[in-house]
């Protein structure tokens, strides 16, 4: 049976890549800075006790270490589980997914919102796309796919759509990302993983183990 995955072209995640960079060098622009200053500004005018403690849960589950953890115990349970081809494909959704925004930073190094607009500090540099939004969005893509034939595949989804959400307005409300930075992630990030699943049909990678 003919993979799902296969039904998007991989010429169209490579597409997709394109356009995302292209969107963050765009970004860089005073003009198009202006306009998420101004969207950034309003998100912010909303902050207060509850809101600011949400999106700092979020600002730590989803970084560097704590998320680094969580992904490394979802590929490790999922093994220990008795699915090893499972865990595989789950590491590499979220290597790509995830990879993909540290990757961008260094090519297009947009300069973060400014700071005295932040809630948190120790911002690493490159602003565009957000790690945070890329790992999430990962995190939610590689539990789908673990569920996708069983009951649970659409209230995952549903959970997972809420939680990206919150993620993408938490990174603006906290002052560690401008909203197109946010955007681009999830422009970048699933082209990434498609790439990454569909390797085999890629000259020389066609032994990828994920694949086999």
Request: hydrophobic share 55%; proline share 7%; charged share 10%.
């Given at each position: 049976m003919?993979?799902n995955?296969?039904?998007?072209p991989?010429?169209?995640s ?5 356009l995302g960079?292209v ?15 101004a ?6 005018s909303l ?5 600011t403690?949400?999106?700092q849960?979020?600002?730590?589950g989803f970084?560097?270490v704590m998320?680094?953890l969580l992904?490394?115990a979802?590929?490790?349970g999922?093994?220990?589980a ?22 961008l930073?260094t ?10 607009d932040a ?10 796309p ?8 990962s ?26 959400a ?45 694949k086999?």
């Open positions: 003919r993979s995955r296969a039904r998007f991989v010429p169209g490579v597409a997709l890549l394109v960079t969107m963050g060098f765009a970004a860089r622009t005073p003009a198009w800075t202006a306009v998420d200053t969207v950034s500004d309003g998100v912010q902050r207060g006790p509850w809101p403690a949400v999106a849960v979020l600002n730590v970084g560097t998320g680094s992904a490394l979802l590929v490790v999922v093994a220990v008795g699915r090893p081809r499972a865990a595989g494909r789950v590491l590499v959704v979220i290597a790509a997914g995830w990879g993909v925004s540290w990757v930073k090519v297009v190094a947009r300069s973060r919102p400014p700071v005295s809630l948190v500090f120790g911002l690493g540099p490159g602003s565009f957000s790690g945070h939004v890329c790992l999430t969005l995190i939610v893509i590689a539990v789908a796919t673990l569920v996708r034939h069983t009951r649970f595949h659409r209230p995952v989804l549903a959970a997972g759509f809420v939680l990206v919150a993620q993408m307005l938490a990174r603006v409300y906290l002052g560690a990302h401008y909203v197109t930075d946010t955007l681009g992630s999830i422009v970048v990030a699933p082209a990434a993983i498609h790439l990454a699943l569909n390797a085999r049909r890629w000259p020389g990678l066609s032994d990828a183990p994920w086999r």
